[in-house]
Nanobody, 116 residues
Framework: VQVVESGGGLVQPGGSLRLSCAAS????????MGWYRQAPGKQRELVAA???????NYLDSVKGRFTISRGNARGTVYLQMNSLKPEDTAVYYC???????????WGQGTQVTVSS
């Protein structure tokens, strides 16, 4: 299984970005996909996740501003980020994994910079 992210960039405070993630390979046992972020000098943190039944989970600081959703193709997820703040600046990573541990795969990351 491989994971590829896209859609990062530079945006002004209050702006929006949409990140895309595509997982490929043997995805029959895929259980959960999530977006994580890591800012310089900080630990990687879960931003949003979605499981196969559609249940979502969000970091408190992004609730109401970010939305995770699935695409039509299996293994595709998006992160719509609105009302972006400078503190959202980080490298954003997509993750695809199974509960059984069959695989736990990370993308290469995409930089999001919120600055005026």
């Amino acid at each position: 299984v491989q994971v590829v992210e896209s859609g990062g960039g530079l945006v002004q405070p209050g702006g929006s970005l949409r990140l895309s993630c595509a997982a490929s390979g043997s995805l029959n046992s895929l259980d959960i996909m999530g977006w994580y972020r890591q800012a310089p000098g900080k630990q990687r943190e879960l931003v949003a996740a979605i499981i196969t039944d559609g249940t979502t989970n969000y970091l408190d600081s992004v609730k109401g501003r970010f939305t995770i959703s699935r695409g039509n193709a299996r293994g595709t997820v998006y992160l719509q980020m609105n009302s972006l703040k400078p503190e959202d600046t980080a490298v954003y990573y997509c993750n695809a994994r199974t509960y059984s541990g069959t695989y736990d795969v990370w993308g290469q990351g995409t930089q999001v910079t919120v600055s005026s």
